[in-house]
C-alpha cells in the first residue's frame, strides 16, 4: 500500500511491525495449543466402558493333527530266541487298501521248517515211551493179580498136600511103631527093628512141622512181600509212565507251538483298512528301518499300521495353563487346514494326566496330550492333516459382562471403579468366569453402568478397605492367562529374600 502523498514508509518500520504481527499470532497459537493438549489429556484418562449383556464363551483354540481313531498295529507274533529277526520274503505295496484276510506278509520260516523236522522225532520217541511204560505198568497189575489169584494159591496147595501127606505118614508110623512094640514086647523083632519104626515115626513128625513151617512162611512172609513189590512196581511203572506221558505232551506242546509259528510267518489282515509301513526313524528324521523285502523283522516289532478313516480324531499339545479348563466330554469345533473353510463338531475324549516330554526348544513350557473325536464323517479328511481345534469350555447366556482390564484385585476380593455423577466409585465384585477378554460379573454391577478401564490410576480418589500385610502383594486376576503372561511366569526369577544391602537402601529411602 503506498500513501497518498505517493511517499513509502520506512523499511525498517515495515520489519518491526511484521515481527509484531508474527509474535502475536505465534503467542495466540501456543495458548490454542496448550488449552487443546490439556483437554486431550483430561479426556484420555476417561477411558469408559458401559457395562452390557452379552452371551459368554471361553474357548481355547489350539493346532492338531488328524488321525484314524481306530489304528490297528499289526505286529509280528513269531519268536526269534537265538537270530535277531526273520527276514521278509513277500510284503503288500503301502496305501493298498485291504479286506480282513487278505494277505500281508511273509517271513522266511526256513529255520523254523528245521526245527519242525527234529521236534518231531523227539515226539515220536516220547510217543514210544510213552508205550512202554504203559505196557510195564498193565503188566505190574497183570503181575500182582496172577500172584495172588495163582501162584500164591498154587504154592499153597502144594505145601498143604506136603501137610497131608506128612500127617498120614506119621499116623502109618506111630500105628508100625505101636505094633513094633507089642511084637518086640513078645519077642517078635529085636531091638534094632523097634528102634527103626520110632525113628519113622520122628521122621514123619519132622516132615509135618516142616511142611506147616513152610505154609506159615508163606502166609506170613512171602505173601505180603510179593504184594508190597508187586505194590511197588505197579507205583514206579505208573509214575513212569504219567512221567513219558507228561514229556510227550510237552514235546508236542513244543511241536504245536513250532507250526504255530510257522503258521504266523505269513501275516493277514486283522481288519480293513490301508496299509500302512511303520518305518522306524531315528531322531535326525532319517530312516533307521524299512519295510521291505531282506529287512530283518524283531519280535512284537510292529510292521504295519491299519488305520480305520471311518472314524477321525484330533491328536493337539495344550499349553499347561490352559490344560484346567479342557475336560473330556466338553464341544469343539474342528477346521482342518486346506478344506475351504470347513467345519466340523467334535468331542473332547481325554485329556493326559501327565506332562508331554519336552525338548531343547521349549525345555520350560509344559504341554499335555488331548484328542478330540469328530463326529461327522467327511471324504477330505486324511491322517497327518493340520487342523484348528476350538474347545468350547465354558458358556453363559445373557451375561453381563467388564473388560478384564477393569477388574481390580484387591486381597481374596475384586472391585472395579465406576463412574457416577463425576465421581469415582469403588464396586465390589462377584466375578463369575472369565477369558482373556472378558470376566463375568455375578453380583457388583448393573447393564448400563460406567466402568474405568485403567482403575489403577485412580486409586488416589478412592478409599479400599485395609488388607493385612500378608495379602498386600502378589494380588492377580484369575483365569486363562494371556501368552505374554504365560511366557513371563516361565521366565521370571524366583523371589528371593532381600540381602543387607537392599534393606539398607529401603531404610535410606
Not at 477411558?47 to 493346532?63: A, G, M
Not at 529287512?295 to 490352559?322: C, G, H
Request: proline content about 5%; glycine content about 6%.
Amino acid at each position: 500500500m503506498v500513501p497518498s502523498n505517493g511517499q513509502r514508509p520506512p523499511r525498517g518500520l515495515v520489519q518491526i511491525l511484521l515481527v509484531a504481527v508474527l509474535a502475536i499470532a505465534a503467542i495466540a497459537g501456543g495458548v490454542l495449543w496448550y488449552r487443546s493438549t490439556t483437554t486431550n489429556d483430561e479426556a484420555s484418562h476417561l477411558v469408559l466402558h458401559e457395562v452390557e449383556r452379552d452371551d459368554f464363551e471361553l474357548s481355547i483354540t489350539e493346532r492338531g493333527e488328524l488321525e484314524a481313531a481306530g489304528v490297528t498295529e499289526v505286529r509280528s507274533e513269531v519268536k526269534t530266541q537265538n537270530q535277531p529277526g526273520l527276514a521278509i520274503l513277500r510284503v503288500v505295496e503301502e496305501g493298498v487298501h485291504v479286506k480282513a484276510g487278505d494277505f500281508l506278509l511273509e517271513l522266511d520260516s526256513s529255520a523254523l521248517d528245521a526245527e519242525r523236522t527234529t521236534q518231531q522225532n523227539v515226539v515220536n520217541l516220547a510217543e514210544a515211551t510213552v508205550v512202554e511204560t504203559r505196557n510195564l505198568y498193565e503188566t505190574a497189575l497183570i503181575a500182582k493179580e496172577e500172584y495172588i489169584q495163582g501162584t500164591y494159591i498154587q504154592e499153597r496147595t502144594t505145601i498143604e498136600g506136603e501137610i497131608f501127606v506128612a500127617e498120614e505118614n506119621l499116623n502109618r508110623a506111630r500105628e508100625y511103631y505101636q505094633f513094633s512094640q507089642k511084637l518086640a514086647a513078645k519077642g517078635h523083632i529085636n531091638e534094632l527093628q523097634l528102634e527103626a519104626d520110632k525113628f519113622a515115626v520122628e521122621k514123619s513128625e519132622k516132615e509135618l512141622e516142616a511142611a506147616k513151617t513152610k505154609l506159615h512162611v508163606l502166609d506170613d512172609y512171602t505173601r505180603p512181600k510179593m504184594i508190597k513189590q508187586l505194590d511197588s512196581d505197579i507205583v514206579i511203572t505208573e509214575a513212569k509212565w504219567g512221567s513219558a506221558k507228561k514229556s510227550y505232551e510237552l514235546e508236542l506242546e513244543t511241536l504245536q507251538e513250532i507250526e504255530d509259528q510257522i503258521a504266523k510267518c505269513t501275516i493277514y489282515a486283522p481288519k480293513d483298512g490301508v496299509v500302512i509301513y511303520n518305518n522306524d526313524r531315528d531322531r535326525h528324521g532319517n530312516e533307521d528301518w524299512i519295510v521291505e523285502e531282506g529287512a530283518e523283522v524283531r519280535e512284537r516289532q510292529v510292521i504295519f499300521r491299519l488305520p480305520d478313516s471311518s472314524a477321525m480324531r484330533v491328536e493337539l499339545k495344550v499349553n499347561e495353563a490352559l490344560v484346567q479348563y479342557v475336560k473330556a466330554g466338553l464341544p469343539a469345533t474342528v477346521r482342518p487346514i486346506g478344506t475351504d473353510g470347513l467345519e466340523l463338531h467334535g468331542q473332547v475324549t481325554s485329556v493326559s494326566r501327565y506332562a508331554e516330554p519336552g525338548n531343547w526348544r521349549k525345555a520350560d513350557v509344559k504341554e499335555y496330550k488331548a484328542y478330540v473325536s469328530i463326529e461327522e464323517e467327511s471324504d477330505g479328511l486324511r491322517s497327518g492333516m493340520t487342523a484348528s481345534v476350538t474347545v468350547k469350555c465354558d458358556f453363559v447366556a445373557d451375561a453381563i459382562q467388564i473388560p478384564v482390564q477393569s477388574v481390580l484385585p484387591h486381597g481374596d476380593d475384586f472391585y472395579c471403579l465406576v463412574r457416577k455423577a463425576g465421581k469415582w466409585t469403588p464396586q465390589k465384585l462377584k466375578v463369575g468366569p472369565t477369558n482373556t477378554e472378558f470376566f463375568v460379573i455375578e453380583q457388583g454391577v448393573d447393564e448400563g453402568d460406567l466402568v474405568a478401564m485403567n482403575p489403577r490410576q485412580y486409586l488416589a480418589s478412592v478409599e479400599l478397605p485395609e488388607l493385612p500385610p500378608t495379602k498386600q502383594k502378589g494380588n492377580r486376576l484369575p483365569g486363562p492367562p494371556t501368552t505374554e503372561e504365560s511366557v513371563a511366569d516361565s521366565t521370571e526369577p524366583a523371589q528371593t529374600t532381600p540381602t543387607a544391602a537392599t534393606k539398607e537402601d529401603q531404610t535410606a529411602t
